[in-house]
């Protein structure tokens, strides 16, 4: 490829929305157009990348057996009326009708197609197990799209649903995707984690998630140094403390606090470790008759260390709460406490209510809460002493560094990532609301045990920059950069050597089979250089009158800071040892 007949289109600037790094560099090289809010055009040099991510993919979903086929990117309504999902998804899903009133969606993601799709065509346990897959675009009104491609509403996905005949056929179709999923990353060449992830409402534990690791992600993944442990944040156990509850050894004491509503102002105004504080979240869940209506609430109080945070997630598992919980009210919280937020506590309440304790509170002696008056906290609070043992102890708050690890093999760290795919095992959740049967070896009608599984192929190479820059722009591994290796003639169009020399370099190389282009812009070599940091290509040969006067070219890496000369004659050579590409017989 030569880059006169290609789009290279650089800038110096970002764009002012731009607020992380992948943005601001996708869009100064070229790679995608702002169209919209969350929607860009993949121009040239970023469709490259697009590309190659989605053969990688491709070729590992072939190699595990999956089949791919493509489904419609607008899909009839009632599909998603027949699980619900028309009107539970929520803003997000876009419906749209057509000329004669009928209801449309633009698919967010497609187990209403595809299970339909199987009801209609796997008739027999004979046919299973089966996998259908597809790359195609998917559409999700956010209300804030963001980070380019990163958050955006548009979007190209992998999207894989396995269909079994029971629950330990789907166990082995999920870990067939689970290690085809690690081969595909393997080839990426990203440091990432494959992280145990919460089911949600669907249930059961056999979902993971795939994140790449980079500073400026939005997840925090939790793991142990010293084992293969590792959990995304919503679903890393915080362990019950070891040691038992202390005995009282103070008064409870009714302590003024001025102007000091949070657990932090409280414990640097009374001069103590924010360890011995207890901070008090109030929810409440909605009560109703046969018919649906609202006819009460109950309040529910959560007790957290004041250096902890709750966890939403492991609290919409305790039983009372999992069918659904809000914040309470002013006027509910009013009703129980006598007191606004800020200095709520679980002593003295005006009206009993359902009190659940993290495991560390639920051991804790001697400690400080709200006194449900302003301005004032107690002191010296206990257990049994104090106020009743609570109603519930759960695992209801977020992990920290040096936790425990859940497994026992060392203590925990958290770093960032980025999620980029995600297996899931379904169960019958779509199959049973849509009906979706085969005849099993009874000859009975029986629902197929289903899983899911997603790549972000447009987010992935958002990702993969987060992880890979530096200060003069993109650093692609091999395995999808827009162009492996890309040929800087100096002086090209004055210097008919270094013409005829680059272009015969560069047909020798396409021989090869390397993805190269060839910079015949004539271009300075300060300008052309920049471009190509910018754009990141993982391998430069600079070919120049002078250096081939002393039968040399300059190659450089990407990540290098400095090129080193090799002979012109043994440059092949050179490539092949980079691993630029292999020759035929070698080893990889």
Not at 240 to 266: E, W
Not at 326 to 341: M, Q, T, V
Not at 529 to 556: C, M, T
Request: glycine share 8%.
């Amino acid at each position: 490829m030569k880059a006169s007949q290609f789009f290279v289109s650089t800038y110096k600037e970002a764009p002012a929305d731009a607020e992380v790094i992948s943005h601001k560099l996708m869009v100064r090289a070229g790679m995608i157009r702002r169209l919209n809010a969350g929607i860009y055009s993949y121009m040239p040099m970023g469709l490259r990348v697009i590309q190659k991510v989605q053969a990688i993919v491709r070729e590992e979903m072939n190699q595990a057996g999956a089949v791919e086929l493509t489904m419609p990117v607008v899909q009839p309504g009632e599909l998603w009326q027949e699980t619900g999902r028309f009107d539970k998804m929520g803003p997000e899903l876009l419906r749209v009708q057509d000329r004669h009133g009928r209801d449309f969606v633009i698919q967010p993601t497609s187990e209403e197609v595809v299970t339909d799709i199987a009801r209609s065509e796997l008739r027999s346990y004979k046919q299973l197990p089966k996998n259908l897959y597809q790359i195609q675009t998917k559409f999700r009104d956010e209300r804030r799209p963001r980070f380019g491609l990163m958050r955006g509403r548009e979007f190209i996905m992998k999207d894989a649903y396995s269909f079994d005949k029971d629950k330990d056929s789907a166990q082995i179709s999920y870990q067939t995707m689970r290690q085809a999923y690690r081969n595909i990353f393997d080839r990426f060449g990203l440091r990432y984690r494959a992280v145990a992830a919460d089911s949600g409402a669907i249930g059961g534990d056999l979902s993971e998630e795939f994140q790449v690791i980079a500073s400026t992600g939005e997840d925090a993944i939790v793991y142990c140094p010293q084992s293969e442990y590792a959990a995304n944040i919503e679903k890393a156990e915080a362990l019950a403390p070891g040691q038992p509850r202390p005995a009282a050894s103070q008064p409870l004491v009714k302590t003024p606090t001025p102007g000091q509503s949070t657990c932090a102002q409280v414990a640097e105004g009374l001069s103590i470790a924010l360890a011995t504080t207890v901070k008090s979240l109030v929810l409440a869940t909605d009560v109703q008759d046969e018919q649906g209506n609202i006819t009460g609430s109950t309040v529910w109080l959560l007790l957290v260390r004041g250096d902890h945070d709750m966890n939403e997630v492991k609290v919409g598992k305790i039983a009372g709460l999992d069918k659904g919980y809000r914040f309470a009210s002013e006027a509910e919280i009013l009703e129980h406490f006598g007191a606004k937020p800020g200095y709520l506590g679980p002593v003295g309440l005006r009206k009993p209510l359902k009190i659940v304790a993290d495991r560390d509170v639920a051991v804790m002696a001697d400690w400080v809460c709200g006194a449900n008056e302003v301005d004032f906290h107690y002191t010296g609070v206990n257990w049994g002493r104090d106020l009743p043992e609570p109603d519930v102890v759960a695992d209801i708050r977020n992990v920290v560094a040096g936790d425990l690890s859940p497994d026992g093999q060392g203590t925990l760290e958290i770093e960032r990532g980025i999620e980029v795919g995600h297996v899931f095992y379904l169960g019958t959740k779509y199959s049973a609301a849509m009906n979706a049967t085969f005849l099993a070896e009874n000859g009975r009608p029986t629902l197929f045990e289903m899983g899911c599984y997603g790549i972000g192929i447009t987010r992935l190479p958002a990702a993969a920059i987060e992880q890979n820059h530096d200060e003069r722009g993109i650093i692609w591994p091999d395995a999808i950069a827009p162009f492996t290796l890309v040929l800087c003639p100096i002086g090209m169009d004055r210097s008919p050597a270094v013409r005829e020399a680059a272009e015969k370099l560069h047909d020798a190389l396409l021989a090869k089979g390397v993805d190269v282009i060839l910079d015949d812009r004539g271009e300075r070599p300060g300008a052309m250089f920049a471009d190509w940091e910018l754009i990141g290509i993982p391998h430069r040969l600079v070919i120049s009158d002078r250096g081939l006067k002393e039968n040399q070219l300059e190659y450089q890496h990407r990540t290098q800071t400095e090129a080193v000369k090799v002979a012109a004659d043994d440059v092949l050579a050179f490539l092949a040892q980079q691993g630029v590409f292999q020759e035929p017989g070698a080893q990889g």
